[in-house]
């Protein structure tokens, strides 16, 4: 316990140094995104620390909870809406009418040779019907007015709404996910997640109907102040002449200092429901499974609707993360996300925390965010020590210098691999 | 008349082109699914090992083209190719010594194997960008067209141009040559029975006397040429990117577990498999149809079954339905259930 509090202690020195010497302003972003990712690895770490199962399609989970803000917080286009709205939601119910449809024949046609052809006629005929259906509309909603809209908008609800939304989302492609792919070997199960989280992306990037794609939506808005009217408000002016900072800075503290209390009660509630869950029966059964399948079964354990059950809840804990990045950034840019940044990074969180433990997942979160941050930095430095013997302007100096930012993969894929080495327990072990 | 042009059409965009990024595809696959035989994990530094040889492919021919050395109207890079395949296969040797090997002999679960590769392939991803950088370079040199389509309609008076690239004849005439040199092996000689043996059964292959070590340190010689391979081939085809060998990847564990993993045929099937549905379904067919179809059936709109930018989207999409429904692939390989 006192090592683990040691642990945390200098973590936040060392937040607190980038503090002294950089600027709280950075202090304060970083330990956002810090608290962010613990999320992240806290979901990952349900999956595979409870349970072994093993996704590798997070940045997808991630990304569509990130819809969630631009779907509650924006609001309506009421044009759009009007030149096809319906029609397009027509055209949703009626692909899902035929893919159940197609589920069914499959199911009541068994052991007939007339299954292939009647599944393909259904799925060509339905993939044409809905074609017809579906591109009118989508060309009528992306027309209008599309260098701000060209597309439906949102609901025009509190942007808090939309991380609780977030992890739903999440869990419906999830539940779809697990549905057809849990049960498969565990690195198969990682290559399908894998493939499915690029598919999310691919209709982010492109269906731009619904958060207008590549085109990114800005602006969105905030659930706490903006520093402009912060800093025409006399109270805060005046609070922050009493505290002696400027009211510039005082503002940008103050904003990222409310998302950073947010984020805590979040981060709070997420904790304290996995310590529960994982010391109630529930968590038992759910590692009894993990480490040894066939007894677990042989208990009466239904072990693929655990497994999807575990894999649900974790993937709605990434979609609640995801939410909760979208709203710190205030847009949506779906070419940002990207695996080696929101899948493999969580994982080296997660390994290096200590899997199975839901602390070691926040103190890993908390570690390699920093880190990823700070390797720039660093490395800038080791690199400018490293060819301190070239002269100013030699090209191979320069090369280096320039190269110190892609330092970030390199270092923490090192670090991984050091980590699952010498200590693959990590961290914070599981007790 | 019509029934030429359409037929030249066709070729020219949708046979061509997928028979050459088939071939690269089935390089990528057929270095995955041997490792996967022998080693059983899924390498995810597959991308990143392809990445590695077409970057020392690319640096070797800047060194060639600075010695003034070159086999026009080849392009340098099928000079620099070896040297480059043997400074690969040297480092991924030394990473299989110093990290795979503590696996390999614990025992230990595949997903944590599967973790170590990620790990492997960010290191690599980060030496690449460091050492060329992230933007995108041209390699290829000399001779640009076997056939030109300004030639080919000359030549023959078709309304429709027919191009060669000779990045794309390359890649298929080297498809064609590795390929047969690769089941010559795996099934004329001796190392090459003894590999097919161990990744059949493994016990029963160390109990004949075969060194595991030995059949492991050759799966990762030839996985790794073959990756090289590919990736130079992708290279000179489409220029060298340090990120799109990591789009790569998916579209090659695809037509791996395609085609079975663990089999190399199926491997390359897959890989055909795979580029001719992507090719196909994005592509626009209206031009094959106006040939075709009297006048006033001529379609008004592209027909393109779906749009090109979800053209990745097809080939996960085919490993997902084949994950469900056939987790043998087409040939039996190794299931994955």
Not at chain 1, 19 to 39: D, E, K, L, P, R
Not at chain 1, 281 to 286: L, N, S
Not at chain 2, 294 to 302: I, V
Request: contains cysteine.
């Amino acid at each position: 316990m006192r090592k683990n509090a040691f642990m945390f202690l200098i973590m936040f020195t060392l937040i607190a140094i980038v503090g002294v010497f950089q600027s709280w302003t950075v202090a304060f972003m970083i330990i956002n995104m810090c608290i962010i990712s613990s999320i992240m690895s806290l979901g990952v770490n349900i999956q595979w620390g409870y349970a072994g199962l093993f996704n590798i399609g997070i940045m997808g989970f991630v990304a569509i909870g990130g819809l969630a803000p631009v779907i509650i917080a924006t609001p309506p286009v009421f044009e759009a809406w009007e030149a096809g709205g319906l029609r397009v939601l027509i055209a949703l119910i009626f692909g899902i009418f035929t893919f159940f449809f197609a589920t069914f024949t499959w199911k009541k046609l068994k052991n007939s040779n007339l299954r292939p052809p009647a599944i393909t006629l259904i799925l060509v005929c339905g993939f044409f019907i809905y074609r017809y259906i579906f591109d009118p509309a989508v060309e009528a909603i992306e027309k209008f007015n599309p260098t701000v809209d060209g597309n439906l908008g949102g609901l025009g609800l509190p942007i808090l709404l939309s991380w609780p939304v977030g992890g739903l989302f999440a869990a419906a492609a999830a539940w779809l996910v697990g549905r057809v792919s849990l049960g498969l070997r565990s690195d198969y199960l990682a290559i399908a997640t894998l493939g499915v989280s690029e598919i999310i992306i691919f209709i982010m990037k492109n269906e731009d109907w619904i958060a207008r794609g590549v085109k990114n939506v800005i602006g969105l808005p905030r659930p706490v102040p903006y520093e402009i009217d912060l800093q025409q408000s006399a109270d805060f002016i005046y609070w922050s002449q009493t505290i002696g900072i400027n009211v510039v800075d005082a503002s940008s503290l103050f904003v990222k200092g409310c998302y950073t209390i947010l984020f805590l009660i979040v981060l709070f509630i997420i904790y304290w429901l996995c310590e529960k869950a994982l010391k109630s029966p529930w968590g038992r059964m759910m590692r009894a499974i993990r480490d040894n399948e066939v007894a677990a079964e042989a208990m009466g354990k239904n072990v693929t609707s655990r497994h999807l059950q575990v894999f649900v809840l974790g993937s709605a804990v990434c979609g609640i993360a995801g939410a909760m990045l979208v709203t710190l950034d205030s847009q949506l840019t779906p070419t940002s996300y990207h695996p080696l940044r929101f899948t493999f990074l969580i994982w080296v969180m997660v390994i290096v925390g200590g899997s199975g433990n839901n602390l070691g997942s926040i103190l890993g979160g908390f570690i390699i965010w920093f880190f990823w941050i700070e390797v720039e930095t660093i490395g800038h430095f080791v690199m400018d020590v490293l060819t301190s013997g070239f002269s100013e302007n030699n090209s191979f100096r320069i090369h280096m210098l320039n190269s110190a930012a892609y330092m970030r993969y390199l270092t923490l894929g090192l670090i991984l691999i050091l980590v699952l080495r010498f200590n693959p327990k990590g961290l914070i072990p599981e007790k | 008349m019509d029934y030429l042009n359409a037929i030249t059409a066709l070729l020219n965009y949708v046979v061509i082109p997928a028979a050459s990024y088939g071939s690269q595809l089935a390089f990528g696959a057929l270095g995955v699914t041997i490792i996967y035989g022998i080693l059983r994990f899924s390498n995810f530094a597959g991308g990143e090992t392809m990445a590695w040889g077409a970057m020392f492919t690319l640096l070797f021919t800047g060194l060639f083209q600075s010695l003034g050395i070159s086999i026009k109207p080849l392009p340098t890079a099928i000079l620099a190719l070896p040297l480059s395949i043997i400074v690969t296969v040297s480092l991924i040797l030394i990473t299989d010594r110093t990290v795979y090997r503590f696996y390999r002999k614990k025992k230990i679960d595949t997903s944590i194997l599967v973790i170590v590769s990620f790990g492997v392939a960010m290191i690599m991803n980060g030496i690449t960008r460091i050492m060329v950088g992230p933007s995108s370079r041209n390699f290829f040199d000399g001779e640009r067209f076997f056939i030109k389509a300004r030639d080919f309609k000359n030549s023959t008076g078709l309304a429709e141009g027919l191009s060669l690239k000779v990045s794309q004849g390359i890649t298929i005439i080297s498809a064609i040559i590795f390929v047969s040199l690769l089941f010559w092996f795996l099934y004329k000689t001796k190392t090459g029975k003894s590999m097919r043996a161990y990744s059949d059964n493994e016990d029963l292959a160390l109990l004949s006397g075969i060194n595991p070590e030995k059949v492991v340190s050759i799966a990762w010689i030839i996985a790794t040429s073959l990756l090289v391979i590919g990736g130079t081939l992708y290279g000179l085809d489409k220029g060298f990117k340090p990120y799109v060998y990591y789009m790569l990847l998916l579209p090659s564990f695809a037509a791996a577990i395609l085609g079975g993993l663990g089999n190399p045929l199926g491997a390359i099937a897959g890989g055909f498999v795979i580029a001719f549905s992507e090719i196909t379904i994005t592509y626009a067919f209206k031009k094959v149809f106006v040939y075709l179809l009297p006048e006033n059936l001529e379609p008004t709109g592209l027909v393109q079954l779906i749009s090109t930018d979800y053209k990745f989207v097809v080939s996960y999409s085919i490993l997902i339905l084949v994950l469900l429904f056939r987790p043998t692939g087409i040939f039996k390989g190794k299931s994955v259930v």
